[in-house]
């Protein structure tokens, strides 16, 4: 017999009405049938891995699949408190070879219990990786534990690429806190060369022909795949070939004020009120100041947005998936109005704003999944503006500062605000700017009895700096006293007071004084040996 069904009253889905207790809500994007993934980055030190790891993971939270990065270089940082030089990373310190060990092993016990018991999907492994034997160990364990693993390879043999990587994000890694840039410059290629005397890049065509791989050569420039097994890889694949790291701005704002927006109802198709045609014409005036090259702008399929567009007397693509949040049969409505005749509904979206689905109409969960097209599209531009609307531009913000799902429906967008968004190493920095036009606050706070901790399984996990923090830190590793007793003894960094002239490197020293363009094709001819 046909099993009687329950539809769910948040999310608008059909559930089997048999009393089986409910399964806990894993993700906000698809259920995935297959094994939970472990992603291993490979690659000598500085090819942008750290990079990738918190790119890709910001993704793939984004859309709704739990990832967590598990960064070897901070569990190492946890065991051996003072890191003193190199030598720490050559292949003949056996003491050093066990900590690191230690701190690998440390970090696949996080793997497993992140993938078993705390309902994540991805745990991306983030360390060099860069020996079979490592590779094989990590291969071994999640054989053990029926993971799969996808292998993503960083390759980069342009010194200037490295160099200006080296420059941008290591020397303000706090292993080299006490430490002057050039004496931090060149005991980080010292241990580069350490990786580099045992690297045995992947090898899709022999030895690792049965691996799942993508190698990413030259920061894009080429790709090369191997043996994708399943959706959740083809879309990694997808989004890794998409993204780039040229300089570049996006812009995002809303459309000028509206006559929707004046009478305080959702959704609709309306004009521009009276201030928000002055909105339009004061953003003219500031992109005009921007001077940008080539700006691309988009808007949606909605008058509102078009007319502001309009104004820019630029060209422009309209996107039907930049069109707002369907509000279904609440459309046009006032939120007085939806408290008075849905009282039900109204209740239900303040209990979960990202779950609920209006009645006919859609949920920030299914905002989400249309707007990943237009992420990838960014992702592949350089400077963009984006013309669209309130739940839309909370979508795409949260993207971009990689906010959780919890957070995601509370995000201030207020109407005639253009935020500024650059790109940096790890994550994205935005400025607000105010183009001083009055306009209505269509903002909702959280309701108070709505106010509560983020769901844990939409948190933004990651152990690498910058993340989100643990709700209550735990140690990762066993003590390794031992081990750091042998680590404090190796040779400590040189103080500032010295000269930066080091011996047998002179124009090094003098290449660090001398402004960073000219540092670095020096430096490339230098400490890159091919």
Not at 71 to 87: I, L, Q, T
Not at 299 to 326: F, G
Not at 349 to 371: C, F
Request: aromatic fraction near 8%; charged fraction near 25%.
């Amino acid at each position: 017999m046909p099993m009687e069904l329950t539809q769910s009253r948040i999310q608008k889905i059909w559930l089997p009405n048999d009393n089986r207790p409910a399964l806990p809500r894993r993700s906000c994007g698809p259920q995935l049938a297959n094994s939970p993934t472990v992603i291993v980055m490979v690659g000598l030190p500085a090819r942008g891995k750290t990079y990738i790891s918190k790119k890709l993971t910001r993704y793939l939270n984004w859309i709704g699949v739990p990832t967590k990065v598990f960064n070897v270089g901070e569990y190492r940082r946890e065991a051996v408190k003072h890191y003193s030089s190199y030598d720490f990373f050559r292949p003949d310190n056996e003491e050093a070879m066990k900590v690191r060990r230690q701190c690998a092993l440390a970090a696949l016990r996080d793997v497993k219990l992140y993938l078993t018991e705390e309902a994540g999907q991805i745990a991306v492994f983030d360390a060099t990786n860069t020996t079979r034997e490592r590779r094989g160990m990590i291969l071994n364990f999640a054989k053990e534990n029926g993971f799969k693993v996808f292998f993503i390879e960083s390759v980069c043999n342009d010194p200037t690429v490295v160099a200006s990587n080296v420059m941008e994000v290591k020397l303000s890694s706090p292993d080299y806190r006490d430490c002057n840039s050039t004496d931090a410059m060149e005991d980080f290629m010292k241990r580069i060369n350490c990786y580099q005397a045992s690297y045995q890049p992947l090898d899709p065509d022999d030895y690792d022909r049965e691996l799942s791989l993508i190698k990413v050569i030259d920061v894009g420039r080429r790709f090369l795949v191997n043996r994708v097994q399943d959706h959740i890889q083809s879309r990694i694949v997808y989004y890794l070939m998409n993204i780039h790291v040229q300089p570049r701005t996006i812009y995002l704002c809303r459309h000028g004020e509206c006559e929707s927006n004046l009478k305080g109802k959702i959704g609709g198709d309306s004009g521009l009120s009276n201030r928000g045609k002055k909105f339009a014409l004061a953003l003219n005036k500031f992109v005009e100041e921007q001077n940008l090259k080539d700006l691309k702008v988009w808007t949606s399929q909605l008058k509102r947005t078009i007319q502001t567009a309009e104004a820019l007397q630029l060209p422009y693509e309209q996107w039907k998936a930049l069109n707002e949040i369907d509000a279904g049969v609440c459309e046009e409505m006032s939120y007085e109005e939806i408290r008075e005749q849905h009282p039900e509904e109204f209740a239900l979206r303040d209990q979960d704003k990202y779950y609920y689905r209006y009645p006919s109409g859609e949920s920030y969960q299914d905002l989400v999944q249309r707007l990943e097209p237009v992420i990838m599209e960014l992702e592949r531009q350089e400077n963009v503006l984006v013309i669209c609307h309130q739940a839309v531009m909370r979508c795409l913000l949260a993207y971009f500062l990689d906010k959780s799902a919890d957070e995601m429906p509370y995000l201030k967008c207020p109407l005639h605000t253009v935020l500024k968004l650059t790109p940096v190493a790890y994550g994205c920095r935005v400025e607000s700017i105010s183009l001083n036009i009055e306009a209505v606050n269509t903002h909702r706070e959280r309701p108070e009895e709505a106010k509560k901790g983020p769901n844990p399984l939409m948190r933004r996990n990651s152990v690498t700096p910058l993340a989100s923090p643990e709700p209550t830190k735990k140690p990762r590793i066993n003590s390794f006293e031992e081990h750091v007793a042998v680590s404090s003894a190796l040779p400590g960094c040189v103080p500032q007071e010295v000269p930066t002239q080091l011996p047998g490197q002179p124009l090094l020293g003098k290449a660090c004084l001398r402004p960073v363009c000219h540092f670095l094709k020096v430096f490339s001819l230098l400490i890159f040996p091919r």
